[in-house]
Structure formats: structure tokens, C-alpha cells
């Protein structure tokens, strides 16, 4: 079968162009491999694929995952916004098998590809296999056709179109339509926290339609019903990640993280701010703070310090993410 057949993927009608090159550009370096019967390179682009596709599901999704996360970490998190990990499955223990076998053979995939594939020096020429190459570029495309597959009904629906939205260029009247459409209320806890992840992240680069229309308003309203648990930790998590997994928080985002998350109760925001802290272990600031190491302290102190101050319920858990992002700021002079 010809190279190009073998790797053949279908484009997410939902998903963006710019998202879609990526994933292409990744598949034709696997196609090259191929036909260049490079098979240590073969093993190593059907790595590279996988974690491509499983990047570009957390960010059209509205998920995030620390730059330096590993792979085996980056699939799950993938299959969790797609809703293919075991847990999410019910009782079909068929379904449930099945999804697990598609996380184990492309974390396999990892483990070939540490072993035999590109991305290492090597003194000597490992040997590969046809039959480890097979299964190696078969695992790949059989885990990517699925989660590109499962992931167009996930944009398609109301919360996917309000990231997409959110996601553009689009005016403040248009993303007041979108947020009335989406009906935040209604959407599953996932979906509100996804939804939010996107704005903060939006909100933390600039767009002021994001800060008028789906921030301040949260920042102003307390009330749940309006503005759930789920969404206001979302933009908490948006504020501190970005769609890159860096660390990229302002004095504007520091202040507003310490706000949106005060009417939470601690019981649902214990979990999401010790898990957001585990995440922080794994994410590097951007370069731009890097560079700017007392501006980027001054930051994390308003998080510290201000959850202090007013009072807060999650002043413990909030001075903990601090101290989190003070060490990765530092890790880098280590």
C-alpha cells in the first residue's frame, strides 16, 4: 500500500485551517519516512503525530497541559476532552477496553520510538524492524483517525462553537450573541470549565472583548447560577496557562484569578487549584517573563498576598500556586 494511503486522515470539518496544516505537516513528515524506508524515522513521526493531534484536541477544546508535560500524560488529557478515557464511558466494559487499549498502544508507540526511534544521538544505528515499524505508524494512525473523528461532533456542539468564537477576532455584540446561545448555565461542568480556560486565555492576551463581556461580568456578579463553580475556575486556569502550556500571567490576570474563584465553594475548588498547582510543576513562563524576573515576582505576589487580604476561603490553596510559580521561575537560573 502506498505510504500515502497508509497515513490518510480526514479533516474535522469543525476544525480550524490553521490547526489542520499542523496536523498535515506532521502526517507528510511520516509519509517521507516511509517512502525513504527510514523506518527509525517512521517510528519517530508516528510519535510526533500522535502528540500533535493530542495537542491541537486540548487547545480547540479549551484544555490546558504544561509545556513540559510528557507524553503519556498529554494522550490522556486528550482522551479526557473527547471523552474516551474508561472512566467516562459508562458500564460498557467493551467500550471502556477498547478506549484503554488505544491510550496503551500509543504510549507503546513512546516507549519504540525512546528505544529505536528519531529524536536521540545514538553511537550506533539502532535496528527496526519491519514488523516494529508497522506497529508502530499502524498504532499512530489508528489512535489519530479516532480522536480527529471524535473530535468534530465535540467543536460542533454549542460549547465548541462558543471557543471558536472566542477564539477569533470577533466583536463584543457577536460574543454577547454567542454567550447567550451557549446558555453557560446548562453545559456540563467539563464544557463551562473548558469554555472558560479559552476566555482566560483570551483575556490574558489583550482581547478586551473577553474582559467585558465574559470576565468583568463574572468579576462583578458573584452569584453561581449565572456564572457556575466550573467557568469561573476555567478562567482561573486560562489566566495562568497559555495555549502554548506557558505560564503567562499579568497584574490584570493575577488580580482577576484571585477574584473570579472567591464565590467558589472550597469543597469544588480544592481539587481544580491543587490540580492547577500539580500543573504548574510542568509549565515554563514565557520567554517574555523569563527575562523579567522581579516584574514576573511582583505578579505572583499579588496572588499571595491578596488572597491574604481579603480574606479569602482559598488563601491557603491560592499562597500554595504561588509558591508553585515562584519555583518555576527560578527553575530556570537552577
Same mark, same amino acid.
Given at each position: 500500500? %502506498?505510504?500515502?494511503?497508509?497515513?490518510?486522515?480526514? #479533516? %474535522?470539518?469543525? &476544525?480550524?485551517?490553521?490547526?489542520?496544516?499542523?496536523?498535515?505537516?506532521?502526517?507528510?513528515?511520516? +509519509?517521507?519516512?516511509?517512502?525513504?524506508?527510514?523506518?527509525?524515522?517512521? /517510528? $519517530?513521526?508516528? #510519535?510526533?503525530?500522535?502528540?500533535?493531534?493530542?495537542?491541537? +484536541?486540548?487547545?480547540?477544546?479549551?484544555?490546558?497541559?504544561?509545556?513540559?508535560? #510528557?507524553?503519556?500524560?498529554?494522550?490522556?488529557?486528550?482522551?479526557?476532552?473527547? $471523552?474516551?478515557?474508561?472512566?467516562?464511558?459508562?458500564?460498557?466494559?467493551? /467500550?471502556?477496553?477498547?478506549?484503554?487499549?488505544?491510550?496503551?498502544?500509543? #504510549? !507503546?508507540?513512546?516507549?519504540? !520510538?525512546?528505544?529505536?526511534?528519531?529524536?536521540?544521538? !545514538?553511537? !550506533?544505528?539502532?535496528?527496526?524492524?519491519?514488523?516494529?515499524?508497522?506497529?508502530?505508524?499502524?498504532?499512530?494512525?489508528?489512535?489519530?483517525?479516532?480522536?480527529?473523528?471524535?473530535?468534530? %461532533?465535540?467543536?460542533? =456542539?454549542?460549547?465548541?462553537?462558543?471557543?471558536?468564537?472566542?477564539?477569533?477576532?470577533?466583536?463584543?455584540? =457577536?460574543? +454577547?450573541?454567542?454567550?447567550?446561545?451557549?446558555?453557560?448555565?446548562?453545559?456540563?461542568?467539563?464544557?463551562?470549565?473548558?469554555?472558560?480556560?479559552?476566555? $482566560?486565555?483570551?483575556?490574558?492576551? =489583550?482581547?478586551?472583548?473577553?474582559?467585558?463581556?465574559?470576565?468583568? %461580568?463574572? &468579576?462583578?456578579?458573584?452569584?453561581?447560577?449565572? *456564572?457556575?463553580?466550573?467557568?469561573?475556575?476555567?478562567?482561573?486556569?486560562?489566566?495562568?496557562?497559555?495555549?502554548?502550556?506557558?505560564?503567562?500571567?499579568?497584574?490584570?490576570?493575577?488580580?482577576?484569578?484571585?477574584?473570579?474563584?472567591?464565590?467558589?465553594?472550597?469543597?469544588?475548588?480544592?481539587? /481544580? &487549584?491543587?490540580?492547577?498547582?500539580?500543573?504548574?510543576?510542568?509549565?515554563? *513562563?514565557?520567554?517574555? *517573563?523569563?527575562?523579567?524576573?522581579?516584574?514576573?515576582?511582583?505578579?505572583?505576589?499579588?496572588?499571595?498576598?491578596?488572597?491574604?487580604?481579603? $480574606?479569602?476561603?482559598?488563601?491557603?490553596?491560592?499562597?500554595?500556586?504561588?509558591?508553585?510559580?515562584?519555583?518555576?521561575?527560578?527553575?530556570?537560573?537552577?
Amino acid at each position: 500500500m %502506498p505510504p500515502r494511503d497508509i497515513a490518510e486522515l480526514w #479533516k %474535522p470539518e469543525n &476544525l480550524d485551517q490553521e490547526s489542520w496544516d499542523v496536523v498535515i505537516a506532521h502526517r507528510d513528515r511520516l +509519509v517521507r519516512a516511509l517512502e525513504a524506508t527510514d523506518r527509525p524515522a517512521a /517510528v $519517530g513521526a508516528s #510519535k510526533e503525530l500522535v502528540e500533535c493531534i493530542a495537542r491541537v +484536541v486540548l487547545e480547540a477544546t479549551g484544555a490546558t497541559l504544561g509545556d513540559e508535560a #510528557k507524553f503519556p500524560a498529554v494522550v490522556d488529557a486528550a482522551q479526557k476532552q473527547l $471523552g474516551m478515557r474508561p472512566v467516562d464511558l459508562g458500564n460498557d466494559q467493551a /467500550v471502556r477496553a477498547i478506549a484503554q487499549s488505544a491510550a496503551t498502544m500509543v #504510549k !507503546r508507540v513512546n516507549e519504540l !520510538r525512546n528505544d529505536v526511534g528519531t529524536g536521540h544521538g !545514538r553511537a !550506533r544505528m539502532p535496528e527496526v524492524t519491519d514488523a516494529a515499524e508497522r506497529a508502530a505508524v499502524d498504532a499512530a494512525m489508528l489512535w489519530s483517525a479516532w480522536a480527529l473523528r471524535l473530535l468534530d %461532533p465535540v467543536l460542533a =456542539g454549542s460549547a465548541g462553537v462558543f471557543i471558536e468564537a472566542v477564539s477569533s477576532a470577533i466583536s463584543r455584540s =457577536g460574543l +454577547v450573541k454567542a454567550l447567550r446561545s451557549v446558555d453557560l448555565p446548562t453545559q456540563l461542568p467539563l464544557a463551562q470549565r473548558s469554555m472558560g480556560v479559552v476566555v $482566560g486565555q483570551r483575556a490574558g492576551g =489583550g482581547f478586551g472583548n473577553a474582559w467585558a463581556v465574559t470576565v468583568n %461580568p463574572a &468579576l462583578d456578579d458573584p452569584r453561581l447560577d449565572d *456564572w457556575p463553580s466550573a467557568y469561573r475556575l476555567g478562567l482561573a486556569e486560562g489566566f495562568l496557562l497559555n495555549w502554548a502550556g506557558q505560564i503567562d500571567l499579568n497584574l490584570s490576570t493575577a488580580k482577576a484569578l484571585v477574584e473570579v474563584v472567591e464565590p467558589v465553594p472550597v469543597e469544588d475548588a480544592a481539587s /481544580v &487549584l491543587e490540580e492547577l498547582t500539580a500543573k504548574l510543576s510542568l509549565a515554563t *513562563w514565557t520567554p517574555h *517573563w523569563r527575562s523579567r524576573r522581579r516584574e514576573a515576582e511582583a505578579v505572583v505576589e499579588v496572588i499571595g498576598s491578596a488572597s491574604s487580604r481579603v $480574606g479569602s476561603k482559598h488563601a491557603t490553596a491560592l499562597s500554595t500556586l504561588a509558591e508553585r510559580l515562584t519555583q518555576r521561575l527560578r527553575a530556570r537560573e537552577d
